[in-house]
């Protein structure tokens, strides 16, 4: 059953063997997306979309986070309450990286041990279209050539308006022919999913049609309430898993993504969002347009941010860990100002087989960051081994490393997720 729900150096590359809300908030319909609106019958009601002005808001300072606070204390207190039944809302948690987080393996395995701990809530939020991308639990396919924007995703330049939704980018296809899928395989969610799907309509020409499994089709459209230009949001729910196919049929309307969880209120458990981007740096979420991400970032209410950056920086030829630090630093006020309750978690690169002297210098400048900001800190690049571990890893039989001496194996990631989960989780009893 489907209903329709009124609410709405340089850059490294994943190898083959790699396995206070902003002045204009979104609609009082969604404002919070713990709860999905009541569902109401697909040919009886119009979606009622949220929407995120196209231009810049202004925005507050950002919140300084008590003095003296235990790390993780905020994160760690709503698993706790997750974890006696006291809780009606999902603990979510926002990865913001490089390729490694694109992959999901290191992200997934840490998904898969708090999950099996606290409750499986979904698998979070998913790219639509985008074929340079992966995610534990999800099918995902595409017909015809779809692009993205910006084509170069992990700029730290300035692209356009910068509104590209929660992931950093924005997808199309084809009029008519492209049709993209998200297929949830994940045996395990058998209760009500929402889909909540994110989609801007640039011109009035954009049309876009959404369904889910064999229910009905859901024509998106412009109208004079609703004009084209922001960023909008519609939502589906599904008794169980299901798959969700989008096609654009006129224009060149474009997705930034869909969210999947189960109802809190049939049972809250994680949900860890993946935003890994190739080659990303520091930089690439500090030219996104503020506001408009910001917005989104204020509709997950992460109760954990975890930075995941550094192998890019470490591949500059000139490192300059004062630059590294004040942009963690920047972008740590960034995200309090749209999510002032969350906590935060810094990671230090992964060791790199060409980048022997400046690793170090890039992790000593995230801790620093870390510090600056009141984030806590994992060092990465110690739990692997330190300097020459990604050799040491990729020799290994079976390997923990690739062959780029860049990126690990599925096998080495998840080690890496099972020890990271283990550290955000110290200090919390059985």
């Not at 998904?111 to 999800?138: E, I, M, S």
């Not at 500059?316 to 630059?323: S, W």
Request: charged share 25%; aromatic share 6%.
């Amino acid at each position: 059953m489907i209903t329709l729900a009124a609410a709405c150096g340089g850059e490294h590359r994943l190898p083959a063997d790699a396995g206070p809300v902003p002045s204009r908030p979104v609609a009082s319909a969604s404002a919070s997306a713990d709860v999905p609106a009541p569902p109401v019958s697909a040919s009886a009601a119009a979606p009622i979309e949220t929407s995120i002005p196209e231009g810049a808001a202004s925005v507050a300072p950002a919140p300084a986070l008590p003095a003296g606070e235990p790390e993780l204390a905020r994160f760690q207190a709503a698993l706790r309450e997750l974890g006696r039944g006291g809780r009606k809302a999902h603990v979510r948690i926002l990865w913001l990286g490089d390729s490694h987080g694109q992959a999901d393996f290191w992200t997934g395995a840490m998904r898969d041990v708090l999950q099996k701990r606290f409750g499986k809530a979904g698998p979070g939020f998913v790219h639509v279209g985008w074929k340079q991308y992966r995610h534990d639990g999800v099918r995902l396919s595409t017909d015809e050539k779809w692009t993205i924007r910006p084509k170069a995703p992990a700029t730290s330049s300035r692209t356009g308006d910068g509104v590209f939704g929660l992931g950093g980018l924005v997808t199309t296809g084809p009029a008519g022919s492209g049709r993209a899928r998200v297929n949830v395989t994940d045996e395990g969610l058998t209760s009500r999913l929402s889909w909540d799907v994110c989609y801007r309509l640039r011109s009035a020409d954009d049309e876009l049609e959404v369904s889910l499994g064999s229910g009905p089709k859901t024509k998106i459209r412009a109208t004079v309430t609703e004009p084209p230009g922001d960023l909008r949001h519609l939502l589906l729910v599904s008794e169980g898993r299901e798959t969700l196919q989008v096609t654009p049929t006129r224009g060149n309307p474009e997705l930034c993504g869909v969210v999947i969880e189960t109802d809190p209120t049939e049972r809250p458990g994680v949900v860890l969002d993946t935003l890994g981007i190739n080659g990303a740096r520091f930089g690439t979420p500090l030219a996104w347009d503020e506001a408009s991400f910001g917005v989104e970032l204020a509709r997950r209410k992460p109760s954990l941010v975890v930075l995941e950056y550094g192998t890019n920086e470490a591949g500059d030829v000139a490192v300059d860990p004062v630059k590294y630090t004040q942009r963690l630093v920047r972008l740590v006020e960034r995200i309090r100002r749209f999510a002032p309750d969350t906590d935060c978690l810094a990671l230090a690169p992964t060791d790199r087989a060409d980048t022997r002297a400046r690793t170090p210098l890039v992790r000593d400048a995230i801790r620093e960051g870390a510090r600056q900001a009141g984030c806590s800190f994992w060092d990465t690049y110690a739990v692997m081994g330190g300097e020459g571990s990604i050799k040491a890893w990729a020799a290994e039989s079976p390997a923990r490393a690739a062959s780029d001496g860049v990126h690990l194996t599925q096998r080495g990631y998840r080690e890496l997720g099972e020890a990271l989960a283990t550290h955000v989780l110290r200090g919390l009893t059985p």
